[in-house]
């Protein structure tokens, strides 16, 4: 169920800073089909992939995870 949670997390973020798929998987330089995995919750994000996400983002891993 983890993935849920990162799933929706990471696709409420992009939405609110404005990125798509494409531009936030180029800033991140990852495929668009690896993001969308992640957002769909068929793929769960190690811990690297969180740490490329705050980061291109512009958030913390705590705003990341409360829900």
């Known amino acids: 169920m983890e ?9 409420a973020f992009r939405k609110l800073k404005g990125h798509t798929q ?3 998987a180029e ?3 990852i495929s668009v089909s690896i993001l969308g995995q ?3 919750g068929s793929r769960v994000p190690d ?3 969180i740490d490329e996400v ?3 983002l512009g958030v913390t891993k ?3 995870r409360s829900g």
Do not use: D, P, T, Y
């Not at 993935?3 to 696709?11: F, G, K, N, Q, V």
């Open 38 to 40: 992640v957002e769909r």
């Open 22 to 24: 494409e531009s936030l």
């Open 54 to 56: 705050v980061e291109a």
């Open 47 to 49: 811990e690297q992939f």
């Open 62 to 64: 705590e705003e990341l």
């Open 27 to 29: 800033k991140m330089g």
């Open 3 to 11: 993935e849920m949670l990162w799933a929706s997390r990471i696709r």
